[in-house]
């Protein structure tokens, strides 16, 4: 069930989205990884699974996450994504990761992106038009592009060289725009809603 339609604070964060034949690579790649870890692994249905896979849909790559913000403010948080408008070159996925590495609660895979440095142009953009837009200051630990892909309720712990992941398929994609996501939490698990969305310049 979702959160109230009335609730005065929104769930919030700025992500770029994969093309799906990547997430829907990636998605099919973390059912691997988990089954060789030797532990319960599941869908996006959530139950009683020690590791849920998420579904491709909810692949992406979060630039900002906002947290609870006021309703009120969902359309000048909107209007400073116009600010943003830029070129992102191709970015490649890399190798997986544990996050946190000390106390596991997600694998995710790293995004690498090309020598012209546009996705931390664009992350810095948009911190900026956020602090302008709503105050919002941003996180203090430095930007780190990933995608998560599972989440754990009681998957292994310990040190992340600990499990052995298989390789990440070679996959590139240079994201089409920008979008401003709303996060509904319930017992099977988020669902995200789009209520924003910037083209970014192609070339």
């Known amino acids: 069930m979702r959160e109230m339609i009335s609730a005065p604070d929104a769930r919030l ?16 790649w973390a059912r691997t990884a988990i089954r060789g870890l030797g ?6 249905g959530g139950g009683s699974a ?9 692949l992406h790559v979060t630039l900002c996450f ?8 969902i359309a000048a948080i909107g209007e400073a994504l116009e600010e943003c408008a830029m070129f992102v070159g191709e970015l490649a996925i890399g190798a997986p990761l544990w996050l946190p590495p ?8 790293e995004v690498r992106e090309d020598s012209g440095g546009g996705l ?5 953009a948009l911190v900026g038009a956020l602090a302008r837009a709503c105050g919002h200051r941003g996180e203090r ?6 995608v998560t892909l599972a989440r754990m309720r ?9 499990r052995v992941l298989p390789a990440t398929p070679a996959l590139s994609f240079r994201p089409a725009s920008i979008v401003l996501y709303r996060s509904w939490r319930s017992p099977a698990g988020a669902s995200y809603e789009a209520l924003a969305t910037r083209t970014l310049i192609p070339s």
């Not at 994969?18 to 990636?26: D, G, T």
């Not at 020690?50 to 909810?58: A, H, I, K, T």
């Open 102 to 109: 000390r106390r596991t609660r997600a694998l995710a895979v």
């Open 13 to 28: 964060f700025v992500a770029v989205d994969p093309p799906i034949e990547v997430r829907e690579e990636l998605a099919a």
């Open 39 to 44: 532990v319960r692994g599941g869908g996006g």
């Open 154 to 162: 009681d998957g292994p712990r310990g040190s992340a060289g600990e």
């Open 141 to 146: 630990r430095r930007f780190r592009a990933h």
């Open 50 to 58: 020690s590791v849920r896979v998420l579904d491709p849909e909810l």
């Open 120 to 124: 931390a142009a664009l992350h810095g």
């Open 66 to 73: 906002l947290g609870d913000r006021p309703v009120a403010e």
